[in-house]
Antibody
Framework: QVQLVQSGAEVKKPGSSVKVSCKAS????????FTWVRQAPGQGLEWMGR????????NYAQKFQDRVSITTDESTSTAYMELSSLRSEDTAIYYC??????????????WGQGTMVTVSS | DIQMTQSPSSLSASVGDRVTITCRAS??????LNWYQQKPGEAPNLLIY???SLQSGVPSRFSGSGSGTEFTLTISSLQPEDFATYYC?????????FGQGTRLEIK
């Protein structure tokens, strides 16, 4: 069974960038793809974007379009999410999850443990 | 973007109760609808996909229904471990969007 293990907590200055990793272990590399979801303190879930290695495609939420990049490295079974121009509102837990098409609905069946990113001067 | 609205936002119930949470989409999404449970300090966990299919390993007291714009998640008999926050999520169009969550608390 695939497990997703994310990199550790980060503290960043406003205006800087952060790159969070998500390593898949215990199974084959999920070519169906990865998604990234964030959760600000005490708030709900917010979809940031996805990558589908099978198709070689990425999609991003408009809100993050200019600041986010999602990539994968199949040789290390790792997905990455880089967010630039950080501001205090980006303080959140960032989750990676395996993307699966279940019957016809795209869902996220395996999740990483989350990475806390704190943006503070 | 498709807006997903859950009701209620919070709910108090007792062990053994039957509970229903509603999720409404701002436009037609067929049955491209999933439900998640999230406990404090944990990642979300997929419960229901394609509106009514139970994810492997999820107890049968959880069920989902609906199509089009209105969906429900029902827990037939609440157990202590079910007190958590529940989210719906649509995958009909990009961007994928989540409901704001329903917090289920012990009465």
């Amino acid at each position: 069974q695939v497990q997703l293990v994310q990199s550790g907590a980060e503290v960043k200055k406003p205006g800087s960038s952060v790159k969070v990793s998500c390593k898949a272990s215990g199974g084959t590399f999920p070519k169906s793809g990865f998604t990234w979801v964030r959760q600000a303190p005490g708030q709900g879930l917010e979809w940031m974007g996805r990558i589908i290695p099978d198709y070689g495609t990425t999609n991003y939420a408009q809100k993050f379009q200019d600041r986010v990049s999602i990539t994968t490295d199949e040789s290390t079974s790792t997905a990455y999410m880089e967010l630039s121009s950080l501001r205090s509102e980006d303080t959140a837990i960032y989750y990676c999850a395996r993307r699966q098409v279940l019957l016809w609905s795209e869902g996220f069946d395996i999740w990483g443990q989350g990475t806390m990113v704190t943006v503070s001067s | 973007d498709i807006q997903m609205t859950q009701s209620p936002s919070s709910l108090s119930a007792s062990v053994g109760d039957r509970v229903t949470i509603t999720c409404r989409a701002s436009q037609y999404i067929s049955t491209y609808l999933n439900w998640y449970q999230q406990k404090p300090g944990e990642a979300p966990n997929l419960l229901i996909y394609a509106a009514s299919s139970l994810q492997s390993g999820v107890p049968s007291r959880f069920s989902g229904s609906g199509s089009g714009t209105e969906f429900t998640l029902t827990i037939s008999s609440l157990q202590p471990e079910d007190f958590a926050t529940y989210y719906c999520q649509q995958s009909y169009t990009i961007p994928i969007t989540f409901g704001q969550g329903t917090r289920l608390e012990i009465k």
